[in-house]
């Protein structure tokens, strides 16, 4: 039976709500609880997940919506109080710190000192309205929110441009500038390495590479996944590697991206042509046919790090992969991979290599929830939006994880299961804790029926990151995984393991022509990478305890949506407030 609480104008983000629904779910006696904002499109997926109710109906986009499934009425009560003590326990850590807290944009600008730095995390309905109050504001935009239209990050990209402030997302995962973590993002060292990277688990892997390499990173500056398509035509990237190529602190330039649109990629490679830095570049699926003299076209995000790295020291570049060692007995029934990612780009980095491995042997089956199904083998990235509807992002969250860890025991094909642990900012404070049982669990299991298994798993972090990177390895060593230095060597020691082999290119340097373009960048992007940012955090709250922990001036703006959440009113306000020169 369905029932359904609503917490009238009881605005809390949607990461705090997700984790309270699985905390609340564990409790004996109830099915499922889904709690959420009551959103048009929460509400839709309050009812795709069976959890519609007439009096979902009533609930406004700031309101609090709880529907409990249980047989047991009384247990209704008892997620009540749960609920109250869980919210007032959010409410009494907010009022710790409420003089640095704004529910305005008037407030926050006061508050602020010399902001020049929005980030925003929140539903993607409103994200591109208060993305554009912050280029108004004067702003640059670190835009963490999802599902905002292609058309509106056009319209903000343009606008920034003509501004001199950039746009970094939406959907953009990580960032660090000047040495500050945004968002999903590990604890790096500073250095001469220069990034600019349209993937978010792809920085990650690349500069937590580097980072343990003993070198260090300037800038490393998200896009957002779309920026390198056709529509976007790169704004962010173009304008983010002329800074990089301005700031004489940078001596190496590292672009990586998902293969762009055709056009879009001859733009970025013939500014590249034009820079005079020694620059590499990952087109990740676009295996290179080619070097090119100041511009070395890297295969793997590891290889990308790894020349970096070299560059940076002066030596010739030279990457050479390399396997784990693994002791484990296959039976000729067990040939598959599995690979279950909380990280989209490793997700992707491991299908291109399967897919490489096996091309003549092996035909996809196209799925939707795949980045890659055959007839052996999957990858999926547990990241995409098929997954998290709902639900918290599987870096935050283990659930779905430890399901499909579960799950993969019926395979009795299954060779090899790959996963990844990225710790540091915004991550699960100690998710190989999470994982581990399983995986000891399903190693056991596997015995027990006659077989071994091989459970990979590789850890993308730092020695600084809060979770401690050599406690997380030793967690998953303890039970029974083997780890992998990086995605690369985990993906290739998976092949190996079921007789396959990745062939690394080999290609010659060749010299094309390119267009002369003018490398200078405005002076404000060039100030914002160059010092600590002072931002204005709409959003997640756990964004500002980071920002503040790396040195960073931070305002937190407790945000809410205005005139009830209808967006039309709301942005008649908005044209309004900005016409007039007011603030909201």
């Not at 319209?155 to 660090?176: F, I, N, R, S």
């Not at 699926?285 to 020291?313: F, M, R, W």
């Not at 060692?325 to 909380?342: A, C, F, H, R």
Request: charged share 25%; hydrophobic share 35%.
């Amino acid at each position: 039976m369905l029932y359904t609480i609503i917490k009238e104008n009881t605005y809390k983000d949607s990461i705090v709500l997700m984790l309270l629904s699985n905390k609340l779910s564990a409790i004996d006696g109830v099915n499922k609880v889904s709690i959420m904002m009551g959103t048009p499109a929460n509400k839709d997926i309050f009812k795709s997940s069976g959890l519609g109710t007439d009096e979902l109906e009533k609930a406004k986009p700031n309101d609090i919506v709880i529907v409990v499934d249980t047989e047991q009425e009384e247990k209704v009560d008892e997620v009540k109080e749960e609920v109250e003590i869980a919210l007032k326990g959010d409410s009494d850590s907010q009022n710790t710190s409420k003089d640095q807290e704004a529910h305005n944009w008037k407030r926050a600008m006061e508050l602020a000192n010399k902001p020049n730095l929005a980030l925003i995390s929140i539903p993607g309905q409103y994200a591109a309205m208060e993305a554009e109050n912050a280029l108004n504001e004067g702003l640059h935009v670190f835009m963490f929110s999802d599902n905002v239209s292609k058309e509106d990050e056009v319209k903000l990209k343009q606008k920034a441009h003509e501004k001199g402030l950039l746009v970094m997302g939406p959907d953009c995962g990580t960032a660090l500038i000047h040495g500050v973590p945004l968002a999903f993002t590990n604890n790096v060292n500073e250095g001469d390495i220069g990034i600019v990277g349209a993937s978010g688990t792809g920085i990650q892997e690349v500069t937590t590479i580097i980072d343990r390499y003993g070198k260090g990173v300037t800038n490393a500056l998200g896009t957002g996944g779309r920026d390198l398509s056709t529509e976007v035509g790169a704004i962010t990237m173009l304008d983010s590697i002329k800074a990089l190529n301005q700031d004489p602190k940078v001596k190496v330039i590292t672009v990586i991206s998902k293969p762009p649109a055709e056009e879009v990629q001859r733009k970025v490679l013939n500014l590249l042509r034009n820079i005079n830095k020694p620059v590499v570049t990952l087109f990740l699926g676009d295996k290179p046919s080619y070097q090119e003299e100041n511009i070395y076209h890297a295969y793997t995000l590891e290889e990308a790090a790894v020349v970096a790295v070299q560059l940076s020291n002066g030596d010739k570049p030279n990457f050479e992969p390399t396997t784990a060692d693994v002791n484990v007995v296959l039976k000729e029934s067990q040939v598959g991979i599995k690979g279950y990612y909380s990280g989209g780009t490793l997700a992707s980095e491991a299908a291109m290599l399967v897919r490489d491995a096996f091309k003549d042997t092996m035909t996809t089956e196209k799925s939707e929830s795949y980045v890659l199904k055959t007839n052996n083998h999957e990858i999926i990235d547990l990241g995409d939006d098929v997954y998290t509807k709902g639900k918290p992002h599987p870096m935050i969250d283990p659930e779905k994880r430890i399901e499909m860890l579960e799950k993969s025991m019926d395979d009795p094909g299954t060779a090899v299961i790959m996963i990844d642990n990225v710790i540091g900012n915004g991550g699960h404070e100690d998710m190989a804790s999470e994982l581990a049982p399983t995986i000891k669990r399903i190693l056991d299991s596997a015995r027990q029926d006659g077989r071994q298994l091989a459970v990979l798993a590789t850890v993308v972090g730092t020695a600084q990151d809060i979770q401690g990177y050599d406690k997380q390895i030793e967690i998953l060593k303890e039970s029974g995984a083997i780890i992998c230095k990086t995605n690369d060597q985990m993906v290739r020691t998976a092949i190996q393991l079921v007789g396959g082999t990745v062939e690394q290119p080999i290609v010659d340097v060749q010299k094309f022509d390119y267009t002369e373009e003018n490398l200078a960048v405005d002076e404000k992007i060039m100030s914002f990478i160059n010092m600590k940012p002072s931002v204005i955090n709409i959003g997640l709250k756990s964004f500002t305890e980071a920002l503040q922990n790396s040195g960073s001036e931070c305002v937190q703006f407790n945000w809410r949506p205005i005139a009830g959440g209808d967006e039309k009113l709301m942005k008649v306000l908005q044209f309004l407030n900005y016409y007039e020169g007011g603030t909201i």
